[in-house]
């Protein structure tokens, strides 16, 4: 029998007219989402869409199954809603502490996805510089929830939500950019980087990633935003190390993937027990394709295609 989830996969799809867009919606890879959407066929024993050069149709069967998917969902939607006001999540506020690059690369999707399940909760949000800042606030009652690198000694409930993958992004015509989607960061030790300011998270992990290297980066620019520093680095300034999830859809310079990777704990904590609507977020941020976006995943891939690796 299909599953609920299913069924919103076939309802998203023809409703957004492509995997890809649809796989976007839904914070999956086209991938993961093709392969879950061929086990549907298998359980129907047909084809639901035909594939075109354009985007995707409705098979005849296809089309006897929408109507009920869509009921289905919405029926959902209506019991998830039910339950929600049950348990006092359908109106509140949500309190959320959290870095920088963060509320920039991972946040913008999970609160979307939040207004649309949780319409009547508002979010209240704090943003910090730096770890330990965050914990401290977080500490002295600034928040319900913080999503962060692992606070050191904290006391309270701590959930493991991922890990934060880190890429060097440059220009398009950098040097550096020729062959596969790989580089080592010794090999980008003699050149001038992009650079965050001292009081930056963002600041002390460049520098313990080039020494890890064995060297010093040298500095062309300072920003204190990892937005601003993909652009500089797309304008030719000289690499930056960012976030995976600070890289936009249709960013114009190279991306590569350091070698070996680097990567970054991520997690949310509380002082207590999570409440119903924090425990809700926090579900939503452990459910979802966050840290390393399919945009970035699919660039990715076709660069290393690219070089035959």
Known sequence: MPTLRQLEYLVAIVDEGSFTRAAELLHLTQPGLSHQFQALEREIGAPLLERLSRGVRPTPAGRAMLPHARAAVAEAERASAAA?????LATGELQLATLYS??????????GSWRRSHPGVRVRLFEHRRT????????????????????????GPVRHLGTEEFLVVTSADDPAAAG???IRLADLAEREWVHFTPDSGLADLLDQACAAAGFRPRVAVRTEQAPAAVNYAAGGLGPTLV??????????????RPEPRIERPL???TRTAPDPVTAAFLDLLADQELLTPPHVRRRLRRAQGAAGG
Do not use: C
Not at 84 to 88: E, K, L
């Open 102 to 111: 963060i509320s920039y690369g991972l946040l913008p999707a999970a609160l």
């Open 132 to 155: 330990e800042e965050l914990a401290a606030a977080m500490a002295a009652g600034q928040a319900d929830l913080a999503v962060g690198p692992p606070p050191p000694g904290w006391e």
């Open 267 to 269: 997690t949310g904590y």
């Open 84 to 88: 929600r006001r049950a348990a006092g």
């Open 180 to 182: 596969a989607p790989r």
């Open 243 to 256: 976030p995976a999830n600070t890289v936009p859809p249709h960013y114009g310079g190279a991306v590569l």
